[in-house]
């Protein structure tokens, strides 16, 4: 019954997409506002069908429904209930379904907002667009990626999601958040379209999909951050990012949103950049499809990637589609897309913007080489080859110096132009906050010319955003914490403190292997680990075995294993005791036989729980960055380009 009425709902989704794409390039074609009004009914019957479907997947789980074949694959009667939930998105075919549902809801939403212009032809467009990439979906959930595919002889329980997914509740947050955010960047890409295929390149369109470039870029920012805490507290291995192809994957999208985001306002409050605009949000969205075919297609060996699959060429046949359509689009409008005005001065707001998109894709070209370097070589000489952490590393630590250093510099710097005097004035007190910096880290004993030169910089941008956050509110009161300016100096300040995080945590890492009986001791940097024995316990879905590491004589902490019984899974379970300037990380390298020693592994790691904290700041700051300022003024209409005047006074 459930393999059924899921197949149903997908293919009325599939064929309501198709109807859709129809209905509106006709509306389009014919200039009839009728057929162009009728988006937003089609909206509403895919949403239909991707909730519907989810539900009955997720009721197709609850109740261990082994005929259908998603089920079989990784649903158990073992799992516990809340990793049973999330295992709608544990493996390829519901990972596709669960991105169906988050891309239908954002065109519910796109078109309810725009109800009253959905016979706007750049809305239009956008609608086209959006139902373009719905039926694609749609078309992968019914067809090589169908989750409800009927058994004939369905086994009498499953396998469960993958261990590794079944072991922190992270898994329940970091996959869906990560989703909103790559869906998310749909919106504008089809606000983009839209613009270059009416020729309406003006600012209007920039203004109506900023929020939802916002929140896409801060959901993505996010689970990113949660990516790497589920990686810290499950791998075992004590850290939280090894460039690993499919967290670079993430991380793509993210770069180029992020400039996309700083590009957005020189062209609002100038009419500039909108060749790197329109290149940018493109860009943003193609990586989102490229990073899913790296995820999804079996092509990279990695714990965050699904296993092989037929879809493989067909996303990346999409993602050949995407750029080629903006591509040309972009080369087509070339003349109408000139500037009408011009940076005045390389020292100026403006200058450093322009200079950050440099450097933002300078970094996504650092990455996505080291990325696909290898998969390219695979594909012409069936040679393997690996591009390592080292490569990525060294590559991009200059880029991130050049980061820091324009976060310290852009938000003190004037449109147009900047004075000598005004720079040495508006510098003053964030250029000593980063000398405090360096000095008090110095004191402390922190040493080596690049985590110096990180704390330093950190400190200057650190100062200049909060010196505009302290101006803000003299003015505005509490609401000088609200709007896009102030809003994105506490992003700022969310970065900044990852970037101190990565800094201290990567360059002053201490660690020991210490071989313990019961009751013997070790110590490593001032601390002192002592074994106090290990325990079994037996549930329904795994074996818990786990030692009492005491730590300074106080609390135990209890790293160990995980022995799923079905799988035969060995999942190591490290144990973390959180500080403010420093985490201890207790890893069990192997299973201690009865009365023999316990061979543990102690990591000091500094200031890693500033990364976590960093990734709320920046969270924040988005929330608070998406509504207007005090001063904002009227938002101008999709199908009107700004005025300089209006753009102004959002600055």
Sequence with gaps: ????????????????????????????????????????????????????????????????????????????????????FAALWSSLEGSILLWTLVLAGYIAIVAHKFRDRLDDKLVGWAMLTMFVVAAFFFYLTVGPAAPFGRLANPPLDGPGPNPLLQNHILMAFHPPMLYLGYVGFTVPFAFAIG???????????????????????????????????????VLGWGGYWAWDPVENASFLPWLTGTAYLHSVMVQERRGMLRVWNLSLVCATFSLTILGTFLTRSGVIESVHAFSDSTIGPLLLG?????????????????????????????????????????????????????TVFPLVVESINGEQISVGTPYFDRMSRPIGFVLLFLMAIAPVLPWRKASTEVLSQ????????GVGCLVFSVVIGARGWAPLLTFLLAGIAGGAALRQIVLASKRQGWRGLVGRANGG????????????????????????????????????????????????????????????????GGQAYSPGFDLFDVSGMRVAVPS?????????????????????????????????????????????????????????????????PVPETVAAARE
């Design 1 to 84: 019954m459930n393999a059924i009425a899921g197949s149903l709902v997908l293919t009325a989704g599939f064929v309501g997409s198709l109807f859709a794409i129809f209905t509106v390039a006709v509306g389009l074609r014919t200039n009839n506002p009728a057929r162009l009004k009728q988006a937003r009914t089609y909206s509403w019957l895919l949403l239909a069908s991707a909730l519907l479907a989810c539900a009955i997947m997720e009721r197709a789980l609850i109740t261990r429904d082994f005929e259908v074949s998603y089920v079989a694959q990784v649903g158990s009667s073992k799992t516990s209930a809340i990793f049973n």
């Design 195 to 233: 613009a270059l295929a009416t020729g309406r390149l003006g600012e209007g369109w920039l203004i109506e999909t900023r929020r939802w470039t916002l929140f896409a870029w801060g959901f993505l920012s996010f689970g990113i951050v949660l990516g790497a805490w589920w990686s810290y507290e």
């Design 318 to 370: 999409f993602f050949a589609v995407i750029a080629a359509v903006s591509i040309g689009l972009i080369g087509v409008r070339g003349e109408a897309l000139r500037a009408p005005g011009t940076i005045d001065s390389p020292v100026s707001r403006e200058g450093a913007f322009l200079a950050n998109n440099l450097v933002f894709a300078a970094f996504a070209f650092v990455i996505l080489l080291g």
């Design 426 to 433: 508006r510098l003053f007190w964030p250029a000593w906050a």
């Design 489 to 552: 100096m506490i992003v700022h300040l969310g970065v900044i403190m990852i970037a101190v995080a990565f800094a201290a945590s990567s360059s002053f890492i201490r660690q020991g292997e210490f071989e313990l009986n019961v009751g013997e001791s070790a110590s490593l940097g001032g601390h002192e680990i002592t074994y106090l024995g290990s325990e079994t316990v037996r549930l329904d879905e795994k074996t818990e075995i786990r030692t009492q590491i005491a730590i300074d």
């Design 576 to 640: 973390v005791k959180p500080g403010f300037t420093k985490d201890l990380y207790l890893t069990l390298l192997d299973i201690p036989e009865p009365g023999e020693p316990a061979v543990v592994r102690l990591q000091i790691q500094p200031m890693v729980v500033w990364l976590w904290l960093g990734g709320i700041v920046m969270a924040i700051g988005t929330a608070l960055a998406a509504f207007p300022g005090k001063r904002r003024a009227p938002t101008a209409p999709v199908s009107e």
